[in-house]
């Protein structure tokens, strides 16, 4: 297959043109419900399609990246898709598309709009890949619905340098006369937002206006112009994600999602690798004792997440194993972290071109004020780790392609 030369190339004149060799699967989605935003998108993602699945709704989902199997970004009907028939799928999209210039990311969007639009369901749930006004995602004429979760600023040699640019690029998912779920945002931000909604005449339904979400003890309120949900508190760990809850749960309400569908959202969502606590296999024996847990977050908010959730989570001495990308915003990604760790062994991501190497990650902690190491690899820095420190909280942390690595490994 002759893909595109650069890995990412916003644009949508490839996929349309490919999409429209293929039949236009796109036009034939079950109601689709697509997802923008910096963080935050797949854990909503996720909440959402619990919730629906709990009241016997089939859904589709596309999400990115993966973390351990390619396969996992394409859910059909509830099940991940086989790797024969996403093959098949592929074959059948380099076939059509004849050669002509395709990204990865826009030639296997194509396949999963193919496997959805062949298998019937109730929902489709889409994740943009990145940005969201060219993300290949966003060839959906008129969704049900959109949802735009906290927008921040990353990605900025693709979406720009500012927060109102970026949150311009988010808004590109708005549609004319489709509501849209915004979860809270900074002030610049939300304007971009509601601007383009106005523009559109999309009716809105933003945190703070029509919708609102807190913590009170060990119960999550959500209100909205329906009425008062008491729910238990989200199952995935960290206090950010009381935000994604009300933002899936203001989705599942305008869908008509009940009770039912409501409170599963908050307590059956799964999504790994984000504050994940790893409870078997070798990397667990290599910690002999310690707390593990693992994270993806790669940007500073989700250095603060991260670091609000470690607060939270009851006083044990915590020590970060680090491996990210040279695109991101390292020292911004590690500053709330110093509050709340006690030292960084810093690791490269093996098999990744754009790895950091291990010793720049640390120099990055320590202009941070966070004592830093480095280490030949994941399982050693556990080892060493353990030794030092009985008993200590291990989180590790800084790339989802580092925790994809992590799962892969740890089987």
């Known amino acids: 297959m002759a893909l595109h030369p650069k890995v990412i190339d916003l644009s949508l004149g490839r996929i349309e043109g ?35 699945e709990a009241e016997g709704k089939r859904v589709h989902a596309y999400t990115s990246p993966h973390l351990a199997h390619f396969h996992e970004r394409i859910v059909v009907a509830g099940e991940i898709i086989a790797e024969a028939a996403l093959a098949a799928l592929l074959e059948e999209c380099e076939a059509a598309n004849g050669g002509a210039p395709i990204t990865f990311f826009e030639i296997t969007t194509a396949a999963a709009f193919l496997a959805f639009a062949r298998t019937p369901a109730d929902y489709t749930l889409l994740e943009v890949g990145l940005g969201g006004r060219l993300d290949a995602t966003n060839v959906v004429a008129r969704p049900r619905l959109t949802v735009i979760t906290p927008v921040s600023v990353d990605h900025t040699q693709y979406l720009g340098e500012t927060i109102e640019a970026i949150a311009g690029e988010k808004a590109g ?37 029509q919708w609102d979400v807190a913590r009170e003890g060990d119960a999550l309120i959500y209100r909205d112009e329906r009425g008062l949900l008491d729910l238990p508190l989200p199952n ?3 206090p950010h994600q009381v935000v994604n809850a009300g933002t899936a749960l203001a989705a599942l309400r305008e869908l008509g999602a009940g009770a039912v569908g409501c409170e599963a959202a908050v307590t059956r969502a799964v999504w ?26 790669h940007n500073p908010a989700g250095g603060e997440a991260v670091a609000a959730t470690l607060r939270g989570m009851g006083a044990k001495p915590t020590h970060l194993i680090c491996g990210m990308l040279n695109t991101k915003d390292v020292a911004g990604y590690m500053t709330p972290l110093a509050g709340v760790a006690e030292s960084l062994t810093a690791v490269a991501i093996p098999g990744e071109a754009n790895t950091l190497p291990a010793e720049a990650t640390a120099a990055a902690a320590a202009s941070v004020g966070l004592p830093a190491t480095v280490a030949p690899g994941t399982v050693e820095a556990v080892r060493a780790l353990a030794a030092a420190h009985p008993g200590a909280r291990l989180l590790i942390c800084g790339s989802l392609y580092l925790a994809g690595r992590v799962l892969r490994e740890n089987g």
Not at 26 to 40: D, K, S, Y
Not at 280 to 295: H, S
């Open 18 to 52: 490919l999409l429209a060799k293929l039949g236009h699967p796109e036009r034939a989605l079950p109601p689709v419900i697509h997802i923008a935003g910096t963080n935050g998108k797949g854990s909503t993602l996720a909440m959402i399609r619990a919730g629906l």
């Open 272 to 297: 790994p690798a984000r504050m994940q606590r790893l409870t078997r296999g070798p990397l667990v024996e290599a910690a002999e004792g310690c707390e593990l847990w693992l994270d993806g977050g």
């Open 173 to 209: 998912i708005i549609k004319r006369g489709v509501p849209c779920v915004i979860a809270p945002q900074r002030d610049a931000a939300l304007g971009v937002i509601e601007g383009r909604a106005g523009r559109l005449g999309a009716p809105i339904l933003a945190e703070g206006q």
């Open 236 to 238: 995935l760990a960290g």
